[in-house]
T-cell receptor, first 114, second 111 residues
Framework: EDKVVQSPLSLVVHEGDTVTLNCSYE??????LLWYKQEKKAPTFLFML????IEKKSGRLSSILDKKELFSILNITATQTGDSAVYLC??????????????FGKGITLSVRP | DTAVSQTPKYLVTQMGNDKSIKCEQN?????MYWYKQDSKKFLKIMFS???????INETVPNRFSPKSPDKAHLNLHINSLELGDSAVYFC??????????FGEGSWLTVV
């Protein structure tokens, strides 16, 4: 069975800190790894990673994938209170794109204190 | 314009009732999904449809029946609701190789 494990499960930091969120996986027919941010409602797409070693960056957030060691990290620099959310890691797997499904980790709850 | 929209957002109903949740996407995507998020906030796939064809059907009670009248719509009908069906149900859509985009969720409470 496909498995995605995130760590730590929760994290409290102060504004301005840098955080690193971890995600490891064991899946068959890996296609991509995705990060989402969930506040009160819909998970919001952050990054999709398909190749090892290529960093994706968006403002203060960045992410990288290691397909050999089967993990990814999400970095947030200069954290702000608006970064407080649950960060979800998901792995897309399946024999074809149309047959792919997302397997989610349990999420990391990040709280940024002023 | 909301890209993936679900109705209703909130639904409180009694055990044994039948209810439906509707989902529409205006992104032109060819694949749509239903996910269930339980009280522990764990998101799990239920179904996916590609161009109106059922592709993924995870281990879900057959009281749950998805229907896709066209590729922009995927509805979820639930028969004989049980207490354990209380959860947030999320609809999502994607292109075959792209990320999935989620609706805002439908909060179902069975009493």
């Amino acid at each position: 069975e496909d498995k995605v494990v995130q760590s730590p499960l929760s994290l409290v930091v102060h504004e301005g800190d840098t955080v690193t969120l971890n995600c490891s996986y064991e899946v068959t027919n890996f296609r991509s790894l995705l990060w989402y941010k969930q506040e009160k409602k819909a998970p919001t797409f952050l990054f999709m990673l398909t190749s090892s070693g290529i960093e994706k960056k968006s403002g203060r957030l960045s992410s990288i994938l290691d397909k050999k060691e089967l993990f990814s990290i999400l970095n947030i620099t200069a954290t702000q209170t608006g970064d407080s959310a649950v960060y979800l890691c998901a792995v897309s797997s399946g024999p074809t794109g149309a047959n792919s499904k997302l397997t989610f980790g349990k999420g990391i709850t990040l709280s940024v204190r002023p | 314009d909301t890209a993936v929209s679900q109705t209703p957002k909130y639904l409180v109903t009694q055990m044994g009732n039948d209810k439906s949740i509707k989902c529409e996407q205006n992104l032109g995507h060819d694949t749509m999904y239903w996910y269930k998020q339980d009280s522990k906030k764990f998101l799990k796939i239920m179904f996916s449809y590609n161009n109106k064809e059922l592709i993924i059907n995870e281990t879900v009670p057959n009281r749950f029946s998805p229907k896709s009248p066209d590729k922009a719509h995927l509805n979820l009908h639930i028969n004989s609701l049980e207490l354990g069906d209380s959860a947030v149900y999320f609809c999502a859509s994607s292109e075959s190789r792209g990320p999935q985009y989620f609706g805002e969720g439908s909060w179902l409470t069975v009493v």
